[in-house]
């Protein structure tokens, strides 16, 4: 389905026009009939030849009502042009030309209306060439020019088969996967509660979907969805919608608000922008100047923050601006938008969202920050992907997608494309999809640097350790589990670094004892071979130190049965020799056996047991211990 919108002056005849072709009455408020002007939105359906059904988005004219127009062109394929014949071109004629040259609408059809009260031709052949002139070296210069009376009917045919021919050639609007309702009405209807209206974009929306509205973050659920009075299981984009929301009060929505999938959108207050400002504006745009920006359906005042080498935007001129809004809004990258004077009101220009979730406040006339903008606006699927994975670090292929603007097929091709030429790496082998997470190459090297620096580090701090816990590795690098896991892979991978669960260790890197340091340690496991009882932890680390014993249970000289009782390897090994011994026999061994078996404390013997408990070895049964067969012989 595809959305037109109305523009034009003010009584040329845009409300009367869809009431001709639909049958409807665009006009629902009573003011709007009873004055006969359009003040805010209307709407209506129509059927064409060629069996599309578009919507249609009336819009007001008039100077004062202005800004409602702005909310209802901003999702439309193409527009309808409405130009009386007895006035010609007028004022609002131009400025609404100029806000559909500034959202990028490229098609439209000219209705040159209200024929019947000019009864010459020439009459009628000389506006057409005013309105010729008016679309030269415009996105509409193309556009035909139909004459038509909406009183006697004349011309309404010829239209509706031009009208059907433009709106075929309008390209299809794309699926995202991240669905964006901007709302441009709610009301509640009795027995249904909340339902709001909108153009659905850059996604599909389902009966049950869970959504969020932005910026709010309220929750809530769709119920029902209609399109034009039928009744949908799914809406697609390029629609215009009524969403039957459950779970949202109509007196938590205003105009402008966004209906997304949870956690799709995040909401803006910051946005980079390119502008282009009208050659008719009235002054430059300056440095700290207030605006109103209108993006959607939705109205934000904000400040601009020129980029670049000077500190404004000429009239006819193009440039960066960075816009600090009073409220946060839902915005995407490619989104386009207007702006306006708040006073005296004047619409002076408009552009393209580039970012709209910048990490900071940008300086000013730092040209590589400008430089990255012009990347992100028109370069190559490719060059712009890379542009969005530097700045989110290590996104998914859907974030991404999204901060790119690309669709998520033009994000996987562009991905892959960018892996094959190295600059930049899927973390999990396999095909890329949305939810692969990609890294710049740059990036990557300076993780891999930064991961084999910190255990460089650990070595220098604790030589007598045989490695950094890999626990702690992951947390002074602020890493994902995932993406440290992949990581160190990589750097195992590339003999770099060791990994030897639960430590992580430098390539090649071994504890060597200084001469004094290696006779501590000597003396250490002579007491061990010779005391009648082996020394307790305590014991030794006050005569060795704390590095040398951990080093001699690290190198398996020692074992440590718990926090208090240490064992020489002899000592240990003999005791295991034995215990299974009696154990693969069938029988059963209490701690006040093993005491007796080896003539040692009970501490020893239940340190012992219980040691062999958290190895696997052995089996608790109440007081006796029984081998574990489902595990191999140890010694």
Known sequence: MRVIGTAGHVDHGKSTLVQALTGINPDRLREEQERQMTIDLGFAWLE?????????????????FIENMLAGVGGIDAAILVIAADEGVMPQTREHLEILELLGISRAVVALTKTDLVGETDWLDLVEEEIGSLLEDTHLEDAPIVRVSAKTGEGLDSFIEILDRVVESSPPRLDLGRPRLSVDRSFSVSGFGTVVTGTLVDGTFSVGDEVEIVPTGITGRIR????????LETAHPGSRVAINLAGVEVDELRRGDAVVHPGTIEPSRLLDVHVRQLPGASGRLKHNEEVKLFLGAAQRMGKIRVLGRTRSVQPGGEGWLQILLSEPLAAAKGDRYILRRPSPPATLGGGQIVDPHPSRRHRLRDLS??????????????????????????????EASIASGLSLSETVSAAGTLAEKGRIRQLAPGTISDSSRLVS?????????????????????HP?????????AKNRMHLQPEIFGELLRDLVEKGELEHEPPVVRAAGFKVELTSAQQKQADDLL????????????????????????????NTGRLV?????VLMDRPMYDRWLAETIKVL??????TVAQVRDTFGSSRKYALAFMEYLDSEGITLRDGDVRRINSARKRQS
């Open 48 to 64: 064409l030849p060629g069996g599309q059904t578009v919507g249609i988005v009336d819009v007001p004219g008039h100077i004062d």
């Open 224 to 231: 029902g969805l209609q399109t034009h009075h039928d009744k």
């Open 369 to 398: 920050v400008v430089k990255d903008l012009e990347t992100a606006l028109k370069g190559s699927p490719e060059e712009q992907l890379e542009t969005a994975v530097i700045r989110l670090g290590t996104p998914t292929a859907k």
């Open 441 to 461: 190459s740059a990036l990557w090297g300076q993780l891999s640097q930064r991961l084999v620096d910190l255990v460089n580090v650990y070595h220098r701090e």
């Open 464 to 472: 007598m350790r045989k490695g950094m816990p890999q626990e702690e």
């Open 526 to 553: 002579s007491l061990f071979e010779s005391a009648p009882a082996p020394p307790s932890m305590k014991d030794a680390q006050a005569m060795a130190g704390e590095n040398i014993v951990r080093h001699l249970v």
């Open 560 to 564: 440590a049965l718990s926090a208090e």
């Open 584 to 589: 693969e026999q069938g029988d059963t061994l």
